[in-house]
Nanobody, 128 residues
Framework: QVQLVESGGGPVQAGGSLRLSCVAS????????VGWFRQALGKEREFVAA????????AFADSVKGRFTISRDNAKQTITLQMNMLNPEDTALYYC?????????????????????WGQGTQVTVSS
């Protein structure tokens, strides 16, 4: 079993920044892709960003392009989502997820169904 633990969420004012971390532990596969998703109150969970197993490929939702970046440190089993220029529409519970199918095109990892393991989420609240 793979455990994913997110951290770094919290309250922030519009225009501010937050850095979310996702740490994988347990029986982690040697290679896996990771995605970040978010779910606002009353809305469906949506894709935010994804990164390939080696960090060479990334994908972002249009709503966060140019504001968010994603990176990973495989030695530390840590994936980071840097969020800048936050606005109230970014308020949501943010989840990280891991996919054991690691060699697909990056577009594959924009779908919820592509992932095998999920964390419990970390809340991000952006005030205006």
């Amino acid at each position: 079993q793979v455990q994913l633990v997110e951290s770094g969420g919290g309250p922030v004012q519009a225009g501010g920044s937050l850095r979310l971390s996702c740490v994988a532990s347990g029986r982690t596969p040697s290679l896996y892709a990771v995605g970040w998703f978010r779910q606002a109150l009353g809305k469906e969970r949506e894709f935010v960003a994804a990164i390939s197993w080696n960090g060479e490929r990334t994908a972002f939702a249009d709503s966060v392009k140019g504001r968010f970046t994603i990176s990973r440190d495989n030695a530390k089993q840590t994936i980071t989502l840097q969020m800048n220029m936050l606005n109230p529409e970014d308020t949501a519970l943010y989840y990280c997820a891991a996919a054991i199918v690691y060699s697909s095109p990056i577009s594959y990892y924009t779908a919820l169904g592509s992932y095998d393991y999920w964390g419990q989420g970390t809340q991000v609240t952006v005030s205006s």
